[in-house]
C-alpha cells in the first residue's frame, strides 16, 4: 500500500491539513451509461452506450474505499449516471452483496437508486423493500410539462410510464422522493406542478432548476430570474399550507442554512464552511469501466481535455489516494481551490454554501475558478432569500400583534 | 493506523496551489454580507416566537435527515 502522509519530494512540512479528516460520503456507481429514454436536457454524454459495471469492478469501488481509509461509519451508494433499472434485478442483488463484503459491519452502507421510474414493476418493489433502498423517481410534474423534455428515442412522451410506476411502488408501500427538473414553462405553473407530486403520494421533492451541463448547453431559465422567485414563493406557501406533506428540498435547506450555520472544516489553518463538492473524495463517482472522478459528480464522463477527462484514475489499477499524486488531480484541484477562494471573496452567501458547484462555474462560466453563476442563484442564493424574507415578515406581523 | 484521511490533505498540499491571490474580501462585498448576517442572527434569535405556520415549517427542515444524506451537502443529482 502508499506510503501516505509522507512527504514527497520533501515538501510537506508546513502544508496545512484538513481536519476534521476527509472521508467519502456517497460513491456514485454508474452500472451503466445506458438509458432507455432521452431527455433533452440531460448532461450525460454516452447514453447510447450499453456497457456494464463489472461485479469485480464494484468490488473494487468499494474495496478501495476501504483500504484507503476513506469509509467511516456510514455511507450511501447511489446507482446513477444512466438508467438503473435497464440492469437486471439480480445484478443489484449481487452488487448490493459485493458492497456488504467489502464494507460491513464497519460501515453502515445505504443503498440508493436514481430512476426515471418507467421500467418500475413488482419484482423492482420486491428487492426495493427487501434491501431499503432509498428510491428517488425523475419526474417533472404533470403530463403537459414532463412530456416537453422526458421522451422515448422516438419522441413520445414517457409520463404514463413513470405514472405507471409510481404507482406501483404506492401499491407495494414502497418510500420514495422525487426530483424534478424545473424549466421555463415550469414557473407559469408553480400550482399545477405542485398538486401533481401531492396527488401522487410524493413528500418530499427536489427541484433541478434547469442548468447549463455537459451535453446540455444553456439554460431554459435564462432571464426567468424574477419568474423564478415568484415561483419559489409560491411554492413555499403552498408547502406551509400543506402542512408539512409536501417538502421542497431547496426550501428545506434554505431554512436549515438560516436557522444554524454550516458546519466547517479546517484546511491551510483557517475554517471553511463545509460544501462536499470542493472537498477532494467526499462524493467519488464510479464509471461503468472503472474509471474514477470526485468534486462535482457531472463531470464523470465529461471531455476534458484540460482536466484529463475529469478521471482521476480506475479502481483496476489503483485506489482513490494514489490518484491525488496524478496528472488529473494535479491541475483539477488548484483551479477548484481557487474557485473557492474567489467565492469567499466576492460572495456574501460564501458561509452558508461553501463555493458553489464547480460543474456550473465550468459549463456557465468557462474556468472553474468563476463566482457566482445560474446555478448559484436559482439553487441556493434565492431559496435562501425567499425563506428569509418570509421569516422576516412573520416576525414583523409577529410583533405587530403583540 | 495512521489517519488516512488526514494524510489527504497532506498529499492535497503538496500538489501545491501556486499563485493564490492575497486579495480580502471586496470591501462592498463585507458589507453586504455583514448586512446579510444580521439578518440571518436576527432571525434565528425570533425563530422561537415565530408563528404556527413558520414552526410548522421548521418542524419540516428537522426532519430534513429523512432525505438521503448526500442531498444535504449537495445538490449533484440531476436530470
Known amino acids: 500500500m502508499e506510503q501516505l502522509g509522507q512527504p514527497v519530494n520533501g515538501a510537506a512540512a508546513g502544508f496545512a491539513d484538513f481536519s476534521p479528516a476527509l472521508r467519502t460520503r456517497l460513491l456514485i456507481l454508474q452500472g451503466t451509461p445506458f438509458c432507455n429514454i432521452d431527455c433533452d436536457y440531460c448532461y450525460l454524454p454516452g447514453r447510447d452506450s450499453r456497457e456494464r459495471m463489472s461485479l469485480e469492478t464494484v468490488r473494487l469501488a468499494a474495496r478501495r474505499l476501504r483500504e484507503d481509509g476513506l469509509a467511516g461509519d456510514e455511507l450511501t451508494a447511489v446507482w446513477h449516471a444512466g438508467e438503473p433499472l435497464v440492469l437486471p434485478p439480480v445484478f443489484f442483488e449481487d452488487a448490493f452483496a459485493a458492497l456488504a463484503e467489502e464494507l460491513a459491519p464497519a460501515t453502515l452502507l445505504t443503498h440508493s437508486i436514481q430512476t426515471n421510474a418507467t421500467l418500475i414493476d413488482d419484482a423492482w418493489c420486491s428487492l426495493f423493500l427487501r434491501h431499503g433502498v432509498a428510491v428517488g423517481v425523475s419526474v417533472d410534474g404533470p403530463a403537459h410539462l414532463h412530456d416537453l423534455h422526458r421522451r422515448t428515442r422516438r419522441g413520445a412522451g414517457t409520463h404514463a410510464a413513470v405514472e405507471r410506476g409510481i404507482d406501483a411502488l404506492r401499491e407495494r408501500g414502497v418510500p420514495f422522493h422525487a426530483i424534478a427538473v424545473v424549466t421555463a414553462a415550469t414557473l407559469a405553473e408553480p400550482d399545477a406542478f405542485f398538486d401533481w407530486f401531492l396527488d401522487h403520494g410524493v413528500r418530499e421533492l427536489g427541484c433541478n432548476f434547469d442548468e447549463a451541463e455537459g451535453a446540455h448547453v444553456g439554460s431554459s431559465l435564462q432571464g426567468f430570474e424574477a419568474a423564478h422567485a415568484a415561483f419559489l414563493e409560491r411554492l413555499l406557501q403552498r408547502s406551509i399550507d400543506s402542512g408539512g406533506r409536501l417538502v421542497i428540498r431547496e426550501l428545506a435547506q434554505g431554512l436549515q442554512r438560516i436557522a444554524a450555520p454550516l458546519p466547517s472544516y479546517r484546511h491551510r489553518g483557517e475554517a471553511w464552511p463545509d460544501n462536499a463538492q470542493v472537498l477532494p473524495l467526499a462524493l467519488v463517482s464510479v464509471a461503468a469501466n472503472g474509471d474514477f472522478s470526485t468534486f462535482s459528480p457531472e463531470f464523470l464522463g465529461q471531455a476534458s481535455a484540460a482536466y484529463a477527462g475529469f478521471v482521476l484514475g480506475n479502481v483496476h489499477r489503483g485506489g482513490y489516494l494514489q490518484s491525488l499524486h496524478g496528472d488529473a488531480f494535479a491541475r483539477l484541484w488548484p483551479d477548484i481551490w481557487r474557485g473557492v477562494e474567489a467565492c469567499a471573496r466576492a460572495c456574501p452567501y460564501f458561509a452558508h454554501c461553501g463555493g458553489g458547484s464547480p460543474v456550473n462555474k465550468l459549463y456557465e462560466r468557462g474556468d472553474l475558478a468563476a463566482t457566482e453563476t445560474l446555478y448559484c442563484r436559482s439553487m441556493l442564493k434565492r431559496p435562501f432569500e425567499v425563506v428569509l424574507q418570509r421569516l422576516e415578515a412573520e416576525q414583523r406581523n409577529e410583533a405587530v400583534v403583540r | ?79
Request: aromatic fraction near 6%; hydrophobic fraction near 45%; proline fraction near 4%.
Open chain 2, 1 to 79: 493506523m495512521a489517519d488516512k484521511g488526514s494524510a489527504i490533505g497532506r498529499v492535497i498540499a503538496l500538489v501545491g496551489i501556486a499563485g493564490l491571490s492575497a486579495t480580502p474580501v471586496q470591501a462592498h462585498v463585507e458589507r453586504e454580507r455583514q448586512a446579510l448576517e444580521a439578518r440571518v442572527e436576527a432571525v434565528r434569535q425570533g425563530l422561537k416566537s415565530q408563528p404556527a405556520a413558520t414552526r410548522s415549517l421548521m418542524a419540516q427542515a428537522a426532519n430534513w435527515n429523512n432525505w438521503p444524506k448526500w442531498s444535504k451537502w449537495s445538490n449533484w443529482a440531476n436530470q
